[in-house]
């Protein structure tokens, strides 16, 4: 290789959103020098990263995605406890990783958009024991908060979210702690091996990483946003411990607690690269659908509203290209915080040299693709 990976690289990171500061942290963790440019700033506020939901779901991403996420998935929350263990020894703050489940709704109207996705959900999973069936007592018992019209619904046992605003942010202390140069507010034109070209400068690293999401199209047409529309509300008077899933013909609300009394909703899931402010339409929906959950939420402040995009590759799965010097990742789509610890894994095996990893053997027809995800 031109470039020897086992000695002090300078790399530069191009998109400090989760991907960029989960690959850089790690490259630091092995002694490497890195430059983070992003296009915004520190708190990552431009990033899907920073409005997501963050919730790990294996269970209610397998629905569309089959078993290979699931697998996936289940293996990647006890990556992510280990990834927050490492984070925490650097004196980070500690990661909340809440692991209690989540709950699947529907009001008895929709009662059919219930049992469809358990139908779906049981040909993924079989008789996997994660996933229990709810009667109006069973609700009760782990949200007692719901109104008791709720009569069925699910318990997915096995699904957690984390506390991404916290994880960004440690990330980021830690990157600097750790002598990383954080360049801001400095959008990267475009990329290739060793070179990170910006609007003053083309500048030269042993390495690019380039993590940019949508931000990548010009050098990844493949790559297209898929707009999700989202708010938080902060809500004192609710008392919901975890993710709730409510299941309607036309949309599925999800309400994730964050801390602080902070209810995120969300979200829209719309084929188009538009970030403009959320919609009249969205917010109705969203706003009516939450209302209907709990009465509680008349009263909730809307703190924020935000529309990013999901970055997505055709098939909507991850990829991680890499060749002599450059590194590529997107195509997190919806999944990202769920699939992350594996994407990264395989990044940085990618990046060491080894493309015989699980992931490598999907890559088909590029000689320096390594496709992520197994048995596609
Ligand atoms: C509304 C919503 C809800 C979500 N909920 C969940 C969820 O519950 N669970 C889950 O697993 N996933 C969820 N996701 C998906 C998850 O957030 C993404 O998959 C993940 O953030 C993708 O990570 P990334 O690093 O590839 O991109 P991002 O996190 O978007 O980071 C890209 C970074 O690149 C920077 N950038 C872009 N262009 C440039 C440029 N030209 N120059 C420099 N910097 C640039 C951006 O500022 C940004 O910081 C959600 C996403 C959205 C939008």
Redesign the pocket.
Known sequence: ARRLRSCVMNIAI????????LIAWQLQRRGHQLTL????DEQ?T????????????PYS?AVTSGAEMLALGKNAIGQWRELLRQLAETGAHTIDLKDSGSVVVAHELDRASLQHFSQKLRAVVGDDTSVKALDRSGITELEPELPQSFRQGLWLAGEG?LD?RALLSALHDTLVAGGAQWRSH????SVEPGVLHTAARAESFDWVVD??????KADWPDVRG?????LWVKAPEVRLSRPVRLMHPRYHL?I?PKPGDIY?V???EIESESQAPVTVRSELELLSALYSVHSGFAEAHIVHS??????ALPDNLPLVRVIDGLLQ????????????PVVLASALRAFEGDCSAPFVSQMAQNTFACKTGSGR
């Open positions: 191009a998109g400090a959103g989760l991907m960029g500061r440019f992003d296009a915004g990552g431009l990033s899907a990263a920073y409005v997501a939901a963050a919730m790990l779901a991403e979210c991404n400095v959008a990267v034109q993590c940019r999401g949508l931000g990548a898929v707009r999700g529309e989202i999800y994730t995120v969300g979200a829209t935000f529309a990013r995009c999901r970055p990742v997107n195509g997190l789509y919806r999944h990202g915080y769920l699939l992350a």
